[in-house]
Structure formats: structure tokens, C-alpha cells
């Protein structure tokens, strides 16, 4: 019997171009409409949802 390897918790790098700025541009709308969902219902994980928003749209900035 052979060893098998289990990849739990590996990552998949995004690739570069415009799927990256895609995938990037999906995952702001994501966050930025969990952000509102949360503010309306006094959430603080409204505070968390926006923060990262900010830092993808600072990446998105970045590859720009």
C-alpha cells in the first residue's frame, strides 16, 4: 500500500490577469453586501466585513 498525502488547509494561488482582478472585484461585492446585511441588523461583524473590503479593494488598487 502506498502513502497517501492529504493537502487539509492548502491554498490555491490566484492566478494573475483578469481573473485575478475578477475573483478580486467578486470577493469586495461580497464583503461590502455582508457589511450591510450585518449593519442592519447591529452586528459587529459589520466592523470585520468592512475591514476586509478595504483590503481587497487596496489590493484591487494595487494591480491597477
Known amino acids: 500500500m502506498e502513502n497517501q ?3 487539509v488547509g492548502s491554498i490555491n ?3 494573475s490577469g483578469s481573473q485575478e ?3 478580486l472585484r467578486h470577493q ?7 457589511a450591510m446585511e450585518a ?3 447591529n452586528s459587529s461583524l459589520k466592523d470585520f466585513f468592512e ?3 478595504e483590503k ?3 489590493m ?3 494591480s491597477l
Open 39 to 41: 449593519a442592519q441588523k
Open 21 to 23: 482582478l475578477h475573483i
Open 60 to 62: 484591487l488598487q494595487q
Open 56 to 58: 481587497i479593494q487596496k
Open 13 to 15: 494561488p490566484i492566478r
Open 5 to 7: 498525502y492529504c493537502k
Open 51 to 53: 475591514r476586509k473590503a
Open 28 to 34: 469586495l461585492q461580497h464583503f461590502n453586501q455582508k
